[in-house]
């Protein structure tokens, strides 16, 4: 059987094999079809019902369960997601799983698509070590990314001395909705 | 087992998984039945098996049949809701599951199960079991099954994809 416990491994496998059959457009075809439409639909249920309160209801549940190690910072206008240990990109690293060249891209993957259907856009940056940060923000709004602290305080994940690991890529992300829409910088 | 004493090859750091993946499991299928038919996702459970489980499937085949109850013991721990027995002998080890997690949670969810899922169970096992010289025949499903191990030179009949049943929500 295929189970739930050790799903990140099996679910990062997957991005490879389907990158085999059909190239790159195929596994951005799963994270939108299977992924956002399918797998995920009761998060766009709650988000396009609620919008930021609904946020709040779906990462509040799902990362629970998934045991991240994270903060959520949320006002009328934004909401904001520190990511310190990533639950999935952990359990890869620890188990030295790595099939796919960029995992971190599926979250933008299924959550972009979702959040433009909805009329939000996404400034998010992942260091590719377990740590990121989310603001989604409605695509009317054309606040820019909150400085360091100014959001989430002691909580921001940029404060974290491991924040920009040596030798690392950091993934950009600037009012975006597309996993491709990305700028990658070196770390040092 | 391993020096850790975890039949698992891949660990977390929580006890259990979170039974919300098996919404992606059962879209996964579909998604792969949808794009390559049903012989492109059998062709997807058996490189699972053989690919992505070969860690297991080495322990399988260092291990044999012990190695297999125990690793199905440690995995159904480990799975939100499942309720199941392994036992052994001298010839075969059977999984005997009483409640499937991922049907049971699915159901609860609402969602369209992949009438095939259950072969997955197979298509898999199968795969993993095949480098240690085993087979594995599947019975049942849709929330219940039977699963044998055992020797491939006991010569046990093929499977029969029919004794394993649709799923549905």
């Known amino acids: ?188 | 087992m391993t020096p850790s004493g975890n039949p698992l090859s891949y660990t977390d750091t929580k006890p259990v998984g979170a039974a919300d993946f098996y919404f992606a499991i059962n879209a996964t299928f579909r998604f792969v039945l949808n794009n390559f038919g049903i012989e492109g996702l059998r062709r997807y459970w058996t490189d699972l098996g053989a690919r992505y489980f070969a860690p297991v499937a080495a322990r399988w085949s260092a291990g044999g049949l012990p190695a297999i109850a125990d690793y199905w013991r440690a995995f159904f721990a480990a799975e939100p809701g499942a309720e199941v027995e392994v036992s052994a002998d001298i010839a075969s080890v059977t999984v005997n599951v009483r409640v499937c997690p991922a049907i049971a949670h699915l159901r609860k969810g609402k969602r369209e199960i992949v009438p095939c899922f259950c072969q997955h169970c197979y298509f898999i096992g199968e795969a993993m079991a095949a480098p240690a010289r085993l087979t594995v025949r599947v019975e049942g499903g849709n929330g219940s099954c039977r699963q044998t191990f055992l020797r491939r030179d006991a010569a046990p009949a093929p499977q029969d994809l029919a004794c394993i049943k649709e799923a549905s929500c």
């Open chain 1, 1 to 188: 059987m295929l189970g739930c416990y050790d799903f990140c491994g099996h679910y990062e496998w997957t991005f490879e094999w389907l990158r085999q059959q059909g190239g790159e457009p195929l596994v951005r075809e799963y994270w939108d079809e299977a992924i956002r439409c399918d797998s995920q639909r009761h998060a766009a249920a709650l988000i396009g019902a609620k919008g930021i309160e609904g946020m709040k209801e779906y990462w509040g549940h799902t990362l629970v369960d998934e045991g991240a190690g994270y903060y959520c910072t949320a006002t009328d206008a934004v909401f904001r997601i520190d990511m310190h240990e990533c639950p999935s990109k952990g359990f890869l690293t620890r188990n030295g799983l790595r099939q796919y060249h960029d995992y971190c891209d599926h979250c933008m993957g299924w959550i972009g698509p979702l959040l433009k259907e909805h009329g939000w856009v996404v400034d998010h940056e992942h260091n590719h070590c377990g740590q990121c940060w989310w603001e989604l923000r409605r695509s009317d709004d054309a606040t820019t990314p909150s400085k360091t602290g100014k959001l989430s305080g002691e909580h921001d994940v940029r404060h974290r001395a491991d924040w920009l690991p040596p030798h690392g890529t950091m993934d950009v992300y600037e009012r975006a909705n597309d996993p491709d829409d990305k700028t990658t910088r070196k770390t040092d």
